[in-house]
């Protein structure tokens, strides 16, 4: 198993555009975590997608939505993008809705100019 | 609001000597703590969680309810525990979950 992939690996953008990110769990796993990684910051937790339902939200606003697909792998979608949105986005599986343990991805990096 | 503190940026410490990586919790419900590390190059991985009270690598965590802590200790530090260690905490209400990590301490070893 290759672990959690994500696509793509980086990625330029303009302010005001749209952009989509994309994760494959871990095969088995049900969950599906997105964190966003501002430089000199910690993870921060954006949702959390369990059996393709919503179970977390952190404290962003609704110009970042996600879903979680029958396979169980899922997207990030951000819509009118701001520079603030440039960060390592994230994806982590798991395979309960706790995430006593969460297996991460390597990232994408997103840049808005 | 559930917050995580981890106070120091950046330790350096000699090898062989003990390591101790601070954190710091803000929560009014029963916690559950874990830290992370990411290595040079590799992904963010989970190093221990206070649930299972294991020790991983030589690191031990004791959660400390009256000090609201859960730090991270090595009696002697290696070599190859340079990397980026995050605490995080797990919120969890009515079957949803939020996880809140710090900002992260870079553990440097000297040889």
């Known amino acids: 198993d290759a672990g959690v992939t994500q696509s793509p690996t980086h990625l330029i953008k303009t302010r005001g555009q749209q952009v989509t990110l994309r994760c494959s769990p871990i095969?088995?796993?049900?969950?599906v975590s997105w964190y966003q990684q501002v430089l000199g910051q910690g993870p921060q937790f954006i949702f959390q997608?369990?059996?393709?339902?919503?179970?977390g939200r952190g404290n962003f606003p609704d110009r970042f939505s996600a879903r979680q697909f029958p396979n169980y792998s899922s997207e990030l979608n951000v819509n009118a993008l701001l520079l603030g949105d440039s960060a390592l986005y994230l994806c982590?599986?798991?395979?309960?809705?706790?995430?006593?343990?969460?297996?991460f991805g390597p990232g994408t990096r997103l840049t808005v100019t | 609001a559930q917050r995580v503190t981890q106070p120091e940026k950046l330790l350096s410490v000699f090898k062989g000597a003990p390591v101790e990586l601070k954190c710091n919790y803000s929560?009014?419900?029963?916690?559950?703590l874990f830290w992370y590390v990411q290595y040079s190059r590799q992904r963010l991985q989970l190093l221990l969680r206070?649930?299972s009270r294991e020790s991983i690598k030589g690191f031990t965590a004791d959660l400390n309810k009256g000090e609201t802590s859960f730090h991270l200790k090595k009696p002697f530090a290696q070599e190859e525990d340079s990397a980026m260690y995050y605490c995080?905490?797990?919120?969890?209400?009515?079957?949803?979950?939020?996880?809140?990590f710090g900002t992260g301490t870079r553990l440097t070893i000297i040889p």
């Open positions: 982590a599986s798991s395979a309960l809705v706790r995430t006593y343990e969460q297996y």
């Open positions: 995080a905490l797990s919120e969890w209400h009515f079957g949803n979950e939020k996880l809140t």
């Open positions: 929560y009014s419900g029963s916690p559950e």
């Open positions: 206070h649930i």
């Open positions: 095969s088995g796993h049900k969950s």
């Open positions: 997608y369990y059996e393709k339902e919503e179970r």
